[in-house]
């Protein structure tokens, strides 16, 4: 039998028909939507009279324009956000879905509550109108960002007309080392890489390092595959998946979990099996990252410099490289450690989950951030939160002064509503450093949670690894 990857595993599972041209119609098991696009994709169906195919089968929730304020409700921040929330509540329950609405204990990040209630499951193809769909590949599932367009056609027909992508492999052998996270694994790949690394590509994460990762860090390093411009990501599900995903709320049960458990031990890749591409990558290499410049491609360790340009790496212009230099105000060979900070948030769908917030934790614990810093931690859904409270998470981030919000997507992306200042300085868990992205000319820097931890008490961009208890 022909050796396949895990990649035409899946798309054979769920290709309906080959549309010729390299193209398949594809059967879509999962449809989870949000208040910024969900309520565009309903509306628009409903206007042409056609029903939602499968209602038990789309999940919608408030997380993209919701406030993240305590004692928060419909009213936004956002000019004309309460519209985008009320329309979408209303379009949910006219169309009989499930809604993690305001209030919600299970509401939250889309890309959080889905793996946590057990929506994603391996081998089941899922969509989402947002880029970082690529998420929840972590779990073993074929799942990637659409529009709101395809999103309705989904809603009306379970099922896509998409253009096969090509296959890639990225191994990383070896072990990370101690204080190095999947947030800076996803970094140091896309800086290896670059932001066009995999376009066009279907990315398959393997090798011991990845096999190392618990199934949050393994959802962070699927989340930035969009970064490289990669059509989604996977990781083959393991023991580690099935025991994460047992007795979640929308996993199956009994029999049917006997069943599931059986199935999805024959998702992986064959031996054998050949992809388009495939990179090496040695874990011991990879070290504390930050971004430095407008585009997560452009980051590197927190030891070192802010690099001249190169041009042989094909990662963009020398205009665009001094563009970046000039937007970030920084300049070649100007060390990334001690450069101060304005501003320090932890969130997004990247790093907000319970194992995140545990880990800034400890690097805060007893320790205070540093006078005229702004701190904010949002945790990634209302269960991330009330789990946090319930280990005490909340009062060391309280006591170190960091704000404590409710769950949502906040300040991971500027959309007219809360940001931070003018040309201020953030380091950020977030998966996107474009220009204005967390405000005006904000100046955001990437790194993971224990970084922005460490850099929120120093006052600068700080190595976690000098705090860590």
Known sequence: MLARTLFEKLWDLHRVA???DGTGLLLIDRILLHE???SVALESLREAGRPVMAPGHVFVTMDHIVDTLPGRGDATIMPTGTQFITATRAAAQGAGLTLFDIGDPRQGIVHVVSPEQGIVLPGLSLVCPDSHTCTQG??????????????????????????????????????LGAGVTAKDLALHLIARLGSAGASGHH????GTAVEALDIEGRLTLCNMATEMAAFSAVIAPDDKTIAYLEGRPYAPKGA???AA?????????DAGATFDREHHFDAAEVAPMVSWGTSPQQAAPLGATVPPFDADAGRGTQGAHDRALDYMAVGEGQALAGLLIDAAFIGSCTNARLSDLRRAAAILKGRHVAPGVKAICVPGSTRVKAQAEAEGLDRIFRDAGFEWREAGCSMCFFAGGESFGHRQRVITSTNRNFESRQGPETRSHLASPETVAASAIAGRITDPRELAA
């Not at 458990?261 to 890749?269: K, N, P, Q, Y």
Request: aromatic share 8%.
């Open 18 to 20: 080959d549309l010729g």
């Open 36 to 38: 910024r696009t969900g």
């Open 138 to 175: 972590a779990l073993g599932a074929l799942a990637w960002g659409i529009g709101s367009t395809e999103a309705e056609h989904a809603l009306a027909t379970s099922t896509l007309r998409v253009r096969r992508p090509r296959t890639m492999r990225i191994r990383i052998h070896g072990t």
């Open 203 to 206: 990315l398959e994460f393997a």
């Open 261 to 269: 458990v059986a199935f999805w031990r024959t998702l992986h890749s």
């Open 256 to 258: 049917r979990w006997e």
